[in-house]
């Protein structure tokens, strides 16, 4: 049972890392539409920065293409890497994860140039790094929300066991008290058995010889 809700658990975090992505992919794209950047220029400019870097023999492209097709498949590839970045910001630790995602942002950005200047595709290199800061930026809050999740779980636990080991003790004391009671009983019997039995000894002796230190005893 427990190995199947953390497989529930895992399942519904990465559902959540999916929907991080993809709103983080439309929140950059709002931004950076309605902020007018020139993404157009951006790409151009990578595209050549990647050229000169590498040395490339491929004319880059004057403009960014447009296109439903060459749209969607940025968006697309920005949401794939959104999803990495969420991950790595929720899987990894403070100070490995500047690094990764230093990496991933620079990855990305020389990637989605190279895409650009090799084919017909449309480069929105601003949009891509603002997606990535915004799902890390969740992934780590994601993060965070299940390290309480688990404190709080644990707390649940150490009181469910503090609940147990007080319950056992209180289960421990009425049966110290039980027996305690047994023994006074008992022990109160024999008392009271022996009183009448020394009582009834000294009536029998009363009886035969009526001697007056017996009867003011008995009294």
């Given at each position: 049972m427990t190995e199947q809700n953390n497989q529930n658990r895992r399942t519904i975090r990465h559902a959540k890392m999916a929907l991080i992505a993809i709103a983080s992919v439309a929140i950059s794209r709002?931004?950076?539409?309605?902020?007018?950047?020139?993404?157009?220029?951006?790409?151009?400019?990578?595209?050549?920065?990647?050229?000169?870097?590498?040395?490339l023999k491929i004319q880059p492209l004057l403009v960014?293409?447009?296109?439903?097709?060459?749209?969607?498949?940025?968006?697309?590839?920005?949401?794939i890497l959104s999803y990495s970045a969420t991950l790595f910001s929720f899987s990894l630790t403070s100070s490995v994860r500047v690094v990764v995602l230093f990496q991933l942002c620079?990855?990305?950005?020389?990637?989605?140039?190279?895409?650009?200047?090799?084919?017909?595709?449309?480069?929105?290199?601003?949009?891509?790094?603002?997606?990535?800061?915004?799902?890390?930026?969740?992934?780590?809050?994601l993060r965070r929300i299940e390290n309480r999740r688990r404190h709080f779980e644990a707390q649940v636990v150490?009181?469910?066991?503090?609940?147990?080991?007080?319950?056992?003790?209180?289960?421990?004391?009425?049966?110290?008290?039980e027996t305690e009671r047994?023994?006074?009983a008992a022990d109160l019997h024999d008392q009271v058995l022996n009183d009448l039995k020394a009582l009834k000894n000294k009536l029998d002796s009363y009886a035969q010889t009526q001697s007056p230190s017996i009867s003011s005893e008995i009294i």
């Open positions: 709002l931004l950076t539409g309605g902020m007018n950047v020139p993404e157009s220029a951006m790409a151009v400019d990578a595209g050549s920065t990647l050229q000169g870097l590498f040395g960014a293409p447009s296109g439903f097709a060459s749209d969607f498949l940025m968006l697309l590839i920005a949401a620079l990855l990305s950005y020389v990637g989605v140039a190279a895409l650009h200047l090799l084919m017909n595709f449309a480069a929105r290199p601003a949009m891509l790094l603002i997606s990535l800061l915004i799902a890390a930026a969740f992934g780590i809050l150490e009181l469910k066991l503090r609940e147990k080991e007080l319950s056992e003790s209180r289960l421990t004391l009425v049966k110290q008290d047994r023994l006074l």
